[in-house]
């Protein structure tokens, strides 16, 4: 793959999919899939919290804080802000 980043670094990814699937035998570790948050939260638990890594004009702040009203829950949010990652 290193080769490959020289060559062709648009073919790069494509070639991290093909590696991982090959090696783990499953499709799940490379297909995305969109999830409720309803889903998400039933997967979670105390010792497994729920993160949400956003992209540019994705905000589910609405959505999550009617979720948490729906389940009588309190939540706190935390932005990290532009250039915090």
Same mark, same amino acid.
């Given at each position: ?29 490379? *297909? ?23 992209? *540019? ?29």
């Amino acid at each position: 793959m290193i080769v490959l980043r020289c060559f062709r670094p648009d073919r790069v990814n494509f070639a991290i999919k093909n590696y991982i699937v090959s090696n783990l035998r499953s499709q799940e570790f490379v *297909q995305s899939s969109s999830a409720s948050i309803g889903d998400i939260y039933n997967q979670s638990g105390p010792g497994v919290p729920i993160i949400l890594v956003l992209s *540019q004009g994705v905000d589910p702040t609405d959505l999550l804080y009617r979720f948490a009203e729906e389940k009588g829950a309190d939540i706190s949010t935390i932005s990290l802000g532009k250039g915090q990652s």
